[in-house]
């Protein structure tokens, strides 16, 4: 067999006419079409959203006090912090807080000092990080601003591990940010604002994410009342009546939207009124640190209080297992 006949094996069987006639093959010109097709895929994103979120009673156990709610709104405080230092997208942020939160409804934490929900915290910013991330910083250096407590690597893979298995390995989760740019096309069809209304709703669903009372809201409704909200800052769009936005998608709700929307507006309107505060103390992080304890007080979910040792270093609790080096 030549050298030619080798090349022919591998090339591909269309008409190389078809290639170069200045149209993408398989591809509609139609913009209708490509409307319809994309309509379509949202819609498909609105009916399975639910698969990638908690349980609905997930709200009532941070109301009940089952499930400690200003735990949760340090952890995702931490979150914000290591995304924002480390330059990372807002999606690996939100990715985060989301196999956190379905971790915690469907597995309980050890009730102790803490350093449960910190080691939660980390192994999803990692895992969220390794879905999203170009370039990930190493387990050691993720654990910045402010952590209370220094993981070795071999702890927080086996807690990765841990979270994967409970969330049945399902990391590509659908969050507001399938919609967001859906939501504005919508609602600016000439496409004047359509980088704004993403941006700024981008960072109106970050600055809520601590809040408990989103739990009960899907991302499809979420991802609709932030692009009304970033709309308010547009006197174009300012009009636009939030009820209508029901019509964006078939399932969507426009209950559930309307009670987000009010909610956020009233939490944006509450951090506004805050930004000249924050805004005289730049560059000032606040760190809280851990207090060290004796050994007899140190212990893990079991029995044995020889599971983990902890040594102070930098301040902070380095926290370790009795197998092996830290690696």
Known sequence: MSYSDCLSDLLCGEDSSDIFSGESPGCSTDLESHDFVEESSIASFIEDERNFVPGFDYL?????QSLDASAREESVAWILKVQAYCG?????????????DR???????????????????????????????????????LQVEGARYIFV?????????????????????????????????????TGDYIGFLISRATEIILSNIKEASFLKYRPSSIAAAAILCAANDIPNLSLF???HAESWCDGLSKDKIISCYRLMQDLVLD??????????????????????????????????????????????LWVDDDKGSSE
């Not at 990372?88 to 956190?100: G, I």
């Not at 506004?272 to 760190?287: D, F, G, N, Y």
């Open 60 to 64: 009532s156990r941070f109301q009940s």
């Open 88 to 100: 990372f997208q807002p999606l690996t942020a939100y990715l985060s807080v989301n196999y956190l």
């Open 103 to 141: 971790f915690l409804y469907s597995r309980r934490l050890p009730q102790t000092d803490g350093w449960p929900w910190q080691l939660l915290s980390v192994a999803c910013l990692s895992l969220a990080a390794k879905m999203e991330e170009p370039l990930v910083p190493s387990l050691l250096d």
């Open 153 to 189: 690597p071999r702890t927080v893979r086996r807690m990765e591990l841990l979270v994967l298995s409970v969330l049945d390995w399902r990391l590509r989760s659908i969050t507001p940010f399938s919609f967001t740019g859906f939501f504005a096309c919508k609602l600016d069809p």
């Open 241 to 243: 009546n939030p009820e």
């Open 271 to 316: 951090n506004s009124q805050r930004k000249p505060t924050k805004v005289l103390l730049p560059q000032i992080r606040v760190t809280i640190r851990a207090r060290t304890r004796s050994s007899g007080s140190d212990s893990s979910s079991t029995s044995s209080s020889s599971s983990y040792k902890r040594r102070k270093l930098n301040n902070c």
